[in-house]
């Protein structure tokens, strides 16, 4: 399992890693969130052993970062890597392949599971943003890691190709392996990982399930009430809320209040043609605790 | 040394595929034919052979283009790969660093060791076929190849310097055109102008022969172009024969790949990829 224990790193004297620790138990995903700047791509770094740490300790599997055992287990997405581009992905991914102990046919396997088995042969340098993606995907399967460290390894995917990726992941957590991937795109991870990191310039800000961040942020519940024709003044006059387009006002109350709002709602059925209800989602999440603390609402 | 093959492989079919190793054969095919034809037209006048006169221009050839090869195969080697992120992933593989250098190093050397085995190769042929060679002119050509992939080492380890130095590939390759022009062309003329202020002192007699066998492209002038007595060189410098102790040029230009080398291993090892 990886191990992150106060860990901290300095760039041009500042803190861009600030006393972070997190864990991430073999069969897990966890998936570390945070705006461009955040710390993502440091704190990857710093596991991997790419960059040297300057304070705390990681320990992947009880090896140090950046030891030969440490990087036998250990597969590694980077945010940006241009593969050669005058190569094929065959003979890239076969290069890769050997350079982890794998065999050719491994390579050959894992373009076909990446779903680049028909370009294969075509040089890099016809792929698309997406292709190259999935290339990279490719070599961080090779040599059955048993830590996964994607950096944010959905940019660029079109839907169907990121939740194949998902399926991937999946399939390597299910096999034991333990997962660390960024992102700061969100919605996408709703039940996909087992557990959410919020880093905000450099530190932890959350560290917990889904539905535990859900329950402790106390965000509020949104009702879309949308008027019958004409009505949404008489609508507002009798429920508050603000109106969000001609016809519709949108209300907001805790989880608790919410069956009482929507009974009071259901005794206007002269003015009122639908309701939707809206959960905090993720980007609300996300948005509550990247925020500094002072601002939140 | 099983990642080393793995890396050497990898680049020589880079090599291959950037067609930077048919641009190396093809320039020194190149020159090759043009200096063997062109060499002073009846050779049998200055009484050597022809091929003694080609390895005499193949020399002066060699001295600027095996450097300038070797520095555009090598200064993309490690800013390059850092630019794009490849140094990043290959050091999270479970593979040493030395094997990532040392497989670049020996693609790289098998690149510039067939292009000069091809030019030289076809310079000798040539001659034969239009003059006939004695067996003395044979091993000088065979002298020229092996220093001549000395010096492309040298260099090859220079750029490999210059490129862990620096963090764009765009500043190495300005770096090595540099390196080139001060090294192999201002060296030289630098040393000149300081003989003539000189007038036969104490700079020509003692420090001017060292300060010329360090330079790796005059010691390998010194290797090839050694005469008995005194040493003509193409720039016009003279080196009294006595004034080095023996086979010092041969030492220099053995000794500057395994150190220039070990600069490079280290600046590569500093940085963070
Ligand atoms: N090599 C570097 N030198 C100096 N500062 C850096 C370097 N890399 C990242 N930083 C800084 O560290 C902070 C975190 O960056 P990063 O980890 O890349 O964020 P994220 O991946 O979350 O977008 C940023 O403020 C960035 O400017
Ligand atoms: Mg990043």
């Known amino acids: ?297 | 040394m099983t990642a080393a093959f793995a890396f050497a492989r990898y680049d020589l079919l880079l090599a291959h595929r950037n067609l930077w190793a048919a641009i190396s054969i093809g320039l020194m095919t190149l020159f090759a034919i043009v200096l063997t034809i062109s060499g002073s037209a009846p050779a049998g006048a200055l009484g050597v052979d022809r091929l003694t006169v080609t390895v005499t221009s193949l020399t002066t050839l060699s001295i600027y283009l095996v450097p300038l090869i070797a520095l555009l195969l090598s200064f993309d080697a490690i800013a390059g790969e850092r630019d794009r992120g490849m140094l990043a992933l290959i050091l999270s593989y479970p593979v040493s660093s030395a094997s990532f250098l040392i497989g670049k190093f020996l693609a790289h050397l098998i690149t510039l060791a067939v292009a000069l085995a091809i030019g030289f190769g076809i310079a000798g042929i040539l001659s034969v076929a239009l003059d006939g060679a004695s067996p003395a002119s044979w091993k000088a050509l065979f002298v020229l190849y092996g220093s001549a992939v000395l010096l492309g080492a040298t260099f090859l380890g220079f750029g490999y310097a210059i490129s862990s130095l620096v963090r764009h590939p765009g500043a190495a390759a300005g770096l090595v055109i540099g390196l080139w022009l001060i090294g192999i062309v201002l060296y030289d003329l630098a040393l000149l102008g300081a003989l003539v202020a000189d007038d036969g002192g104490f700079f020509t007699s003692k420090l001017f022969p060292w300060l010329l066998v360090i330079n790796p492209a005059d010691a390998f002038r010194l290797v090839n172009l050694g005469g008995s007595t005194s040493t003509l060189l193409a720039s016009g410098l003279l080196v009294p024969q006595d004034a080095l102790p023996a086979l010092m040029p041969q030492m220099a230009l053995l000794l500057w790949p395994p150190v220039i080398g070990y600069i490079a291993w280290r600046l590569f090892r500093r940085i963070e990829p």
């Open chain 1, 1 to 297: 399992m990886l191990q992150i224990d106060g860990v901290i790193k300095y760039r041009d004297g500042r803190q861009t890693v600030t006393n972070v620790s997190l864990t991430v138990e073999a069969g897990e995903r966890v998936a570390l969130l945070g705006h461009n700047g955040a710390g993502k791509t440091t704190l990857l770094r710093l596991i991997l052993g790419l960059t040297k740490i300057d304070g705390g300790q990681i320990s992947i599997f009880g090896h140090p970062p950046g030891s030969i055992e440490a990087r036998r287990l250990t597969a590694y997405l980077p945010e940006n890597v241009d593969f050669h581009q005058s190569l094929s992905g065959k003979e890239v991914l076969r290069h890769l392949a050997r350079l982890k102990g794998d065999r050719a046919t491994r390579a050959d396997d894992l373009l076909e599971r990446v779903g680049l088995a028909a370009d294969a042969e075509r040089r890099i340098s016809t792929y698309s943003k997406g292709m190259r993606q999935r290339l990279g995907l490719a070599q961080a399967l090779l040599g059955d890691p048993r830590l996964s460290l994607l950096d944010e390894p959905t940019s660029g995917l079109d839907p169907i190709a990121r939740w194949e990726f998902y399926e991937l992941v999946g399939e390597l957590a299910a096999g034991g392996g333990a997962v660390l991937l960024s992102s700061h795109a969100l919605t996408e991870m709703e039940a996909r990982t087992d557990r959410i990191a919020i880093l905000r310039a450099g530190k932890l800000v959350a560290n917990d399930t889904l539905e535990s961040l859900r329950r402790s942020a106390g965000l509020p519940v949104r009702l879309r009430v949308a008027a019958r024709p004409d009505r949404a003044e008489d609508l507002m006059a009798n429920l508050g809320g603000c109106r969000i387009n001609g016809r519709s006002v949108e209300l907001a109350c805790q989880a608790d209040e919410k069956m009482a709002l929507l009974s009071s709602i259901n005794a206007l059925p002269h003015l009122v043609e639908d309701i939707d209800i809206v959960p905090p989602g993720l980007d609300d999440l996300y948005r509550y605790f990247s925020a500094p603390e002072e601002t939140r609402s």
